[in-house]
Every structure is written in structure tokens, then in C-alpha cells.
Nanobody
Framework: QVQLVESGGGLVQAGGSLRLSCAASGFFLSTSAMSWYRQAPGKQRELDAQITSGGSTNYVDSVKGRFTISRDNAKNTAYLQMNSLKPEDTAVYYC???????????WGQGTQVTVSS
């Protein structure tokens, strides 16, 4: 059974850092593209960062230079290192896996990140 479990969210002051983790089970992370999304209250879920199975990364402009997506295939875990956090980064953060051989997306349950000014 495929499962994604996010952790690492919390309350942090502006300018601070958090590292989110996405622990995967039921499939091998190395076979999947991983993404991190955010959803702020009253807004649609939007993409922040992606990493392919080959390790290529892509970021939206608003997080470039501040966020870093990575993966540890041995631990079957993906990460999102978030630095220089801003109040506007406050949202629920979700990880998503696109499993190639299943041709579908799987989502975690989300973790809350709150940045105080």
C-alpha cells in the first residue's frame, strides 16, 4: 500500500528555517518524481518544487534560492529545506509522488507551516 507521511512543520519566526520530510512506503522513491505543494487558507494548492527520479530539480520563482528539494533513496524519504521563511509561506505543505509504473499521483496528508512576522 502506497503511503506518504509528511512531518517537520511547525511555527517559526520570519527569517527562520524548517526542514520538511516526506517518508514513503509501498513503493521505491527512486522510481518516482517527487513534488512539494502548498495550500494557504482560501487558496488553491500550488506547486513549490519538484525533483525527478534522475535528480533534476525545478522551483517556482517565489521559492528559488530559499527552498531546496532533495531525496534520500536509501531512506525512501524526500525533503524540503526551507530557509528565509516569510509570513506568506504560511500554508499546509503536501508532498506528492508520481509513480511512473502506476501512472498516477499519490498525496500525503500535509503538514502545517506557520511563519510569524
Amino acid at each position: 500500500q502506497v503511503q506518504l507521511v509528511e512531518s517537520g512543520g511547525g511555527l517559526v519566526q520570519a527569517g527562520g528555517s524548517l526542514r520538511l520530510s516526506c517518508a514513503a512506503s509501498g513503493f521505491f522513491l527512486s522510481t518516482s518524481a517527487m513534488s512539494w505543494y502548498r495550500q494557504a487558507p482560501g487558496k488553491q494548492r500550488e506547486l513549490d518544487a519538484q525533483i525527478t527520479s534522475g535528480g533534476s530539480t525545478n522551483y517556482v520563482d517565489s521559492v528559488k534560492g530559499r527552498f531546496t528539494i532533495s531525496r534520500d533513496n536509501a531512506k525512501n524519504t524526500a525533503y524540503l529545506q526551507m530557509n528565509s521563511l516569510k509570513p506568506e509561506d504560511t500554508a499546509v505543505y503536501y508532498c506528492k509522488a508520481y509513480i511512473t509504473y502506476r501512472a498516477r499521483d499519490y498525496w500525503g496528508q500535509g503538514t502545517q507551516v506557520t511563519v510569524s512576522s
